[in-house]
């Protein structure tokens, strides 16, 4: 049960877009649409930003999208903003058990 | 409005055991499948274990199983984490938080705190 694969960090100025990739294997991401996202400040309970892969939940801006192919999951943040700096972590089923990525800190520049 | 609180988090010693609580409100709590999920500190999210809305599944990471104890009383809305034989490792935030799809975590605790130490 190693944790799926993120970037350590990713970064952008206002306005732009990032992509965060979250790699797992064909027993978990690539078996399964079932993978979410979560955005989490320090301190705070996390926040579900994606979920079944693609689907956004009532109240998150559409400027998040969820997206796999394969194996790897993305998700991608368009015209990024200062509130979105935040670590963001996927999760995906795995078969009567659950992984979550490694975690990703988004920087806004 | 949906709430849950967790609680039960103190400072014990390697080897010891504890039982963590989550008090729900404001849902219907034997519909949903619920977890615990921790974070130690300075590192990321592990999901630790879930048991189904009629507590017939329960699972658990491998870190974990043989050690801990998922349960829930539904006539009381609560979940629990017996959590046995710990280590230092098992230092963390614990969270509870309702599924309502697979892996939609749509609701959290604000987390209690667990420190394993001598």
């Known amino acids: 049960q190693s944790a799926l694969t993120q970037p350590r960090s990713v970064s952008g100025s206002p306005g732009q877009s990032v992509a965060i990739s979250c790699t797992g294997t064909?027993?978990?991401?690539?078996?399964?649409?079932?993978v979410s996202w979560y955005q989490h400040h320090p301190g705070k309970a996390p926040k579900v930003m994606v979920y079944?892969?693609?689907k956004r939940p009532s109240g998150v801006p559409d400027r998040f999208s969820g997206s796999k192919s394969g194996n790897t999951a993305s998700l991608t943040i368009s015209g990024l903003q200062a509130e979105d700096e935040a670590d963001y972590y996927c999760?995906?089923?795995?078969?009567?058990?659950?992984?979550f990525g490694a975690g990703t800190k988004v920087t806004v520049l | 409005e949906v709430q849950m609180v967790e609680s039960g988090g103190v400072v014990v010693q390697p080897g010891g055991s504890l039982r963590l609580s989550c008090a729900a409100s404001?849902?219907?709590?034997?519909?949903?499948?619920m977890h615990w999920v921790r974070q130690a500190p300075g590192k990321g999210l592990e999901w630790v274990s879930y048991?189904?809305?009629?507590?017939?599944?329960?699972y658990y990471a491998d870190s974990v199983k043989g050690r801990f104890t998922i349960s829930r009383d539904n006539n009381k809305n609560s979940l629990y984490l017996q959590m046995n034989s710990l280590r230092t490792e098992d230092t963390a935030f614990y969270y509870c938080?309702?599924?309502?799809?697979?892996?939609?975590?749509?609701?959290w605790g604000p987390g209690t705190l667990v420190t394993v130490s001598s």
């Open positions: 938080t309702r599924d309502t799809a697979v892996v939609y975590f749509d609701f």
């Open positions: 404001g849902f219907t709590f034997d519909h949903y499948t």
């Open positions: 048991v189904t809305g009629d507590s017939r599944g329960t």
């Open positions: 064909s027993s978990d991401v690539g078996g399964y649409n079932y």
């Open positions: 079944d892969v693609t």
């Open positions: 999760c995906s089923y795995a078969g009567n058990s659950v992984i």
